[in-house]
């Protein structure tokens, strides 16, 4: 089975500073990453995703994220937060055997001044 | 165009009542899941409706708790004799399943059973 782990549950981290958020998941032969932010009392809103192609991907509001098979791991980065920044983030893998995603426990980011 | 709409977006029930939460999928969206985010925790899967196809059940926590798909378009769950570790976020989302695997999210039903 597809599975996600979000390697920290928090993080802080001080505006304009970089940040990175980690994620790795289990290993499958077709695997399709997202990632997801939710801002508080809202719903998900998708920032980036990997299906084929570069491993680098780009997203919405300055994110990106590396695609590693190798490591089985898709870190999401930005070179510099802001405080709007701050919200939880979700890693998810498209498991097309479960028709659904999956999604890790969330890394909740706190962008303080 | 329109994305995903759930109602209400606040509920609070007394223990042991039901409820109905309310899902508007996206015009044409062929995938309809619902997920259940409990305080302070990751997105838990509830079920999953394709077409006509008979729906994923498979997260659905007990028995309790069912959901309906009418058209092809609209969804409800519906949670009988709620307790109170029902309380949670329910969100809903839709996909088209054409290519990008990509789920959009409703902004959620906040239920709390007291």
């Known amino acids: 089975a597809q599975s996600v782990t979000q390697l920290d549950s928090q993080v802080p981290v001080f505006e304009e500073a970089p940040v990175e958020l980690r994620c790795n998941y289990s290993?499958?032969?077709?695997?399709?990453l997202f990632w997801y932010v939710q801002y508080p009392n809202q719903g998900l809103q998708l920032l980036l995703k990997y299906l084929s192609g570069s491993t680098l991907v780009k997203g919405i509001n300055g994110f990106e994220a590396e695609f590693n098979k190798s490591q089985t791991s898709f870190h999401l980065r930005k070179p510099s937060v802001h405080i709007s920044d701050t919200a939880e983030y979700f890693c998810?893998?498209?498991?097309?055997?479960?028709?659904?995603?999956?999604f890790g426990a969330g890394t909740r980011l706190a962008v303080h001044p | 165009g329109a994305g995903v709409s759930q109602s209400p977006s606040n509920k609070v029930t007394e223990k042991g009542k039901d409820v109905e939460l309310r899902c508007d999928p996206i015009?044409?969206?062929?995938?309809l899941y619902w997920y259940r985010q409990s305080l302070g925790q990751g997105l838990e899967f509830l079920i999953y409706f394709q077409g006509n196809s008979a729906p994923d059940k498979s997260g659905l926590p007990s028995d309790r708790f069912s959901a309906e798909r009418t058209g092809g378009s609209v969804s409800t769950l519906t949670i009988q004799r709620t307790q109170q570790e029902d309380s949670a976020v329910y969100l809903c989302?839709?996909?088209?399943?054409?290519?990008?695997?990509?789920?959009?999210f409703g902004p959620g039903t906040r239920l709390t059973v007291t």
């Open positions: 290993s499958s032969v077709s695997v399709y």
């Open positions: 015009s044409g969206h062929t995938a």
């Open positions: 989302a839709s996909s088209s399943r054409v290519g990008t695997y990509e789920q959009y």
């Open positions: 998810a893998v498209y498991s097309g055997g479960y028709n659904k995603l999956i």
